[in-house]
């Protein structure tokens, strides 16, 4: 049984270069989000895929962020243009639809750290 | 305006001491609350959905209640691998995926 994986899982960059994540879900979840989480805070949501659409975008998120989920399965998001401000614990989480709570399960998350 | 806050901010107790969490919520509908514990460097690991006042679960020393303002995470004897943040969470009736979320209880339990 293989939980959210997340790759990688540090990542130090220089202000203005672009950056990727991946995230591998559950495999019988069909539902994805992205966070991103500072120190002392609780998860800020960032974008939610049901299969391969993306349903929602945090209006919070600019347009230098965008993710992908290509065939329903794993999903990518690139930052671009990286800033200072962008330093952040990134998480991915996974779910399934279902009359149920619909409880996330996180993946380890990605420390970026921009330089 | 929906918010949920945690208290208190940071929490220490000594092995074998117990004591009780809160998630104190303000939305207009409650659809579910959930609990989270998370370590540092870690993301965030599920532990329990409470649907509505009334409802209990539990997990080892971990207990949580819910009422129709507040839910409670109360911890039992708690020994020192027990010590993270924990977190709350709350979907609201009307949302199909997005959560509230609380800024977390330090839990720190000494030897």
């Known amino acids: 049984d293989t939980g959210v994986s997340q790759d990688p899982r540090h990542k130090i960059t220089k202000r203005g270069q672009n950056v990727t994540f991946r995230c591998d879900p559950i495999?019988?979840?069909?539902?994805l989000y992205w966070y991103r989480q500072t120190l002392g805070q609780g998860p800020e949501f960032l974008t939610y895929f049901q299969n391969e659409a993306q349903l929602e975008k945090s209006r919070l998120l600019s347009d230098r962020f965008s993710a992908e989920r290509p065939k329903g399965s794993f999903s990518t998001l690139e930052i671009q243009r990286t800033e200072q401000g962008d330093s952040a614990m990134y998480l991915c989480?996974?779910?399934?639809?279902?009359?149920?709570?619909?409880?996330?399960?996180f993946g380890p998350g990605t420390r970026l750290t921009v330089t | 305006e929906d918010q949920v806050t945690q208290s208190p901010e940071a929490l220490r107790l000594q092995e074998g001491e117990s004591s009780s969490l809160n998630c104190s919520y303000t939305?207009?509908?409650?659809?579910?609350l959930f609990w989270y514990r998370q370590d540092p460097g870690k993301g965030p690991e599920f532990l329990f959905t409470l649907y509505s006042a009334g409802e209990e679960k539990e997990k080892e020393r971990l207990k949580a209640t819910l009422t129709k303002k507040e839910s409670f995470l109360h911890i039992t004897a708690p020994k020192p691998e027990d010590s993270a943040t924990y977190l709350c969470?709350?979907?609201?009736?009307?949302?199909?995926?997005?959560?509230?979320w609380g800024a977390g209880t330090k839990l720190i339990i000494k030897p």
């Open positions: 969470a709350v979907k609201k009736v009307g949302s199909n995926y997005q959560l509230i």
């Open positions: 939305v207009s509908g409650l659809r579910g």
């Open positions: 989480a996974s779910s399934v639809s279902s009359g149920g709570g619909d409880e996330q399960y």
């Open positions: 495999s019988e979840h069909n539902r």
